[in-house]
């Protein structure tokens, strides 16, 4: 990586703003889920946060595939086809209702965390990436397990 494009933790110039910004359709979708209780608009949201949790699983995925692209590696294979399943998690989640959509992407972005964390770990991703990776996997994961409580609370 170009020293001049880095920040002193190794990840380019607004990585970690953009990432935190990234949070913000999850939180803001949760948030009308939690405090608007008409229904129809509950579901708008639902709909909403699922859609960009696809979008978002489909993103990590891509990552992967960017990482494969660079130069040949052993591991390269492995990492072309777990990187598609995140967008299959994503997409069959948006086939159905919202509670098992919702537990599903959960899954999903724990899973692809946990694969990133103690299968690949610092030895293909930087650790800087794996720190920001951890704090938004977090961020999406309430997100998620708030909006799965929203019908109830």
């Given at each position: 990586?170009?020293?001049?494009?880095s920040?002193?933790?190794?990840?380019?110039?607004?990585t970690?703003?953009?990432?935190?910004?990234?949070?913000?359709p999850?939180?803001a979708?949760?948030?009308?889920?939690?405090a608007?209780?008409?229904?129809?608009?509950?579901?708008?949201?639902?709909r909403a946060?699922?859609?960009?949790?696809?979008?978002?699983?489909?993103?990590?995925?891509?990552?992967?595939?960017?990482?494969?692209?660079?130069g040949?590696?052993?591991?390269?294979?492995?990492?072309?086809?777990?990187?598609v399943?995140?967008?299959l998690?994503g997409?069959?989640a948006?086939?159905l209702?919202f509670?098992?959509?919702?537990?599903i992407?959960?899954?999903?972005?724990?899973?692809?965390?946990l694969?990133?964390?103690?299968?690949?770990g610092?030895?293909?991703?930087?650790?800087?990436?794996?720190?920001?990776?951890?704090?938004?996997?977090?961020?999406?994961?309430?997100?998620?397990?708030?909006?799965l409580?929203?019908p109830?609370l």
């Amino acid at each position: 990586m170009n020293d001049a494009a880095s920040t002193r933790d190794g990840l380019p110039p607004w990585t970690m703003a953009l990432g935190l910004g990234g949070l913000i359709p999850f939180i803001a979708c949760t948030a009308v889920m939690l405090a608007v209780p008409e229904a129809g608009t509950r579901d708008l949201a639902g709909r909403a946060l699922l859609g960009y949790g696809a979008v978002i699983l489909s993103f990590l995925g891509g990552v992967h595939w960017g990482l494969v692209l660079q130069g040949p590696t052993s591991r390269g294979a492995r990492m072309l086809v777990i990187g598609v399943m995140p967008s299959l998690a994503g997409w069959i989640a948006l086939l159905l209702p919202f509670e098992s959509a919702a537990a599903i992407q959960v899954g999903a972005f724990g899973a692809f965390w946990l694969y990133e964390h103690r299968v690949l770990g610092p030895a293909v991703l930087p650790p800087a990436y794996l720190a920001l990776r951890r704090r938004l996997t977090l961020g999406v994961i309430a997100s998620l397990g708030l909006a799965l409580m929203a019908p109830s609370l």
